[in-house]
């Protein structure tokens, strides 16, 4: 059973899906939905002509932290009553990762956890991620760690070196697929752009919430003013805290389109586009490197250590004269553009479904090869 919700875990885990599809005799899959971007998830699902099995159907207006990993709780346990899998998977960090992992835990059912061993050192930052995974990591009794560096996190909290496997992440596999793929129409007509360089924005994490989102927004303001040749898209986030400051704040700008979330294959289509990104989302600093595009992490801390170390990532954080200057570098300086452009993708190659699927016949006793490690 592979437990999806949040447009990342959808895109992360839709290659598995197919890769483990691929092998019936094996593996049976049940795809399962929490409920979260229900309108958002068929529309990321489609490139890979994938649908869900079954929805939670856990989210609603404006409900706390605790109601959803309750509410997750309660319905999941419910699922697996009814039809008890030999193995949960869940990845990455969201509340609903979490809860669907307690739930399989209650149930003694293992946990198999996708991009495991990420790490901020800051339980409160990124908020309430960092602790999300680090909880699921106790659950969890096989890890894939997209990293060596994320192994090694998991290696310092004492997780037995023979329940990590080095995979690479999901989310190069399934962008190279959807970058072979045309989007009929746009997310943004050609015209609108031509002769601008664009900067792409994604920015909605709650951390953010506050203060960042506000200042982000005037910090675009202010790119827009200072530089006649650029124009920036934003794909807004549906929750009113992000959109209305959206709307307010860069709604009169003509340079800003701010348009509704992307389908996954518009989106990378957006990114192949770009001349810079500009996120606050995990996923985003792992795809954009493989398209050789710069990236600013709109964070103060970031767990994705591996972009800031090898060059094609730069932790700028979400106060607007930073994200200023930082933005005016890459778009002024020609050498440090390149030098970004330059540095290869540490974070995957394309082949990470296939090594966790074969990892998986190995912990399940199906096979005796244990796979070999990613970035070996």
């Known amino acids: 059973m592979i437990v999806m919700g949040t447009r990342p875990e959808v895109v992360k885990l839709a290659p598995l899906a197919l890769e483990l599809r691929r092998c019936p005799k094996e593996f049976r ?38 109601e959803i990993t309750a509410r997750t709780v309660r319905r999941m346990d419910t699922l697996l009553a009814d039809d008890p899998p030999d193995l949960v998977i869940v990845e990455g960090d969201t509340t609903a990762v979490l809860a669907a992992g307690l739930a399989a835990f209650y149930r003694k059912i293992p946990v198999a956890h996708v991009e ?12 309430p991620e960092e602790i999300n995974r680090r909880l699921v990591g106790g659950l969890a009794e096989i890890h894939f760690a997209p990293t060596a560096s994320a192994r090694e996190n998991l290696l310092s909290e004492n997780v037995p070196s023979d329940r990590i496997f080095v995979t690479g992440n999901t989310a190069i596999d399934a962008l190279l697929i959807a970058a072979r793929r045309r989007p009929k129409p746009p997310a943004v007509p050609a015209a609108a752009l031509r002769g601008r360089r664009m900067i792409l924005v994604t920015a909605h994490r709650r951390e953010n919430w506050d203060r960042g989102i506000r200042e982000i927004c005037l910090a675009l303001r202010d790119l827009l003013e200072r530089f006649g040749d650029i124009a920036v898209v934003y794909p807004v986030h549906p929750n009113p805290v992000v959109r209305d400051q959206a709307a307010e704040l860069l709604g009169s700008q003509d340079r800003a389109h701010l348009i509704a979330p992307a389908g996954y294959v518009e989106f990378v289509d957006l990114m192949k586009r770009s001349y810079v990104i500009l996120t606050d989302s995990g996923g985003v600093q792992e795809e954009a490197p493989s398209l050789g595009k710069p990236v600013l992490v709109m964070r103060e801390k970031t767990e994705r250590t591996e972009g800031i170390e090898a060059g094609c990532s730069r932790l700028v954080g979400a106060e607007r004269k930073r994200v200023v200057a930082e933005t005016s570098r890459v778009l002024c300086d020609a050498t440090l553009y390149r030098t970004m452009v330059a540095s290869a993708n540490p974070y995957g190659d394309g082949k990470a479904a296939s090594r966790i699927r074969r990892a998986l016949a190995y912990h399940l006793g199906l096979t005796r090869r244990r796979p070999q490690d990613f970035g070996r």
Do not use: E
């Open 29 to 66: 899959v049940t795809l399962v939905g929490t409920g979260q971007h229900r309108d958002l998830v068929p529309q990321h699902l489609r490139p890979f002509r994938l649908r869900l099995d079954a929805d939670l159907g856990v989210m609603k207006a404006r409900q706390a932290l605790a």
């Open 116 to 127: 495991a061993g990420l790490r901020s050192r800051d339980i409160y930052n990124p908020f």
